[in-house]
């Protein structure tokens, strides 16, 4: 069983940046690939970055690569995501997951995190 927390939410300028983090609990955190998903008013959540279980792999949504970057720290129990270069379109409740193997299918995530509002104005 893994339990997910996010944090680091809020609201920003178009520009400027934000880093998430996702705190989890659970001993076997280190063997979980991290993901993080989004979800904005009247839209299907949507992946925006994942991490493997060893950090060796990042991958990445089309519309944040080479502005969000996703790490994670292993002896924290923590996963992070730093968005640089916010767009008023980054506006979304972000939420981190778990999975047992990389996936950018939202359907492959064991665990789920409650979410954490970003709100980018313009």
């Known amino acids: 069983q893994v339990q997910l927390v996010e944090s680091g939410g809020g609201l920003v300028q178009a520009g400027g940046s934000l880093r998430l983090s996702c705190a989890a609990s659970?001993?076997?955190?280190?063997?979980?690939?991290m993901g993080w998903f989004r979800q904005a008013p009247g839209k299907e959540r949507e992946f925006v970055a994942a991490i493997s279980w060893s950090a060796g792999n990042t991958y990445y949504a089309d519309s944040v690569k080479g502005r969000f970057t996703c790490s994670r720290d292993n002896a924290k129990n923590t996963v992070y995501l730093q968005m640089n270069s916010l767009k008023p379109e980054d506006t979304a409740v972000y939420y981190c997951?778990?999975?047992?193997?990389?996936?950018?299918?939202?359907?492959?995530?064991?665990?789920w995190g409650q979410g954490t509002q970003v709100t980018v104005s313009s």
């Open positions: 997951a778990a999975a047992r193997f990389d996936t950018y299918y939202s359907s492959g995530y064991d665990y």
């Open positions: 659970g001993r076997t955190f280190s063997s979980y690939a």
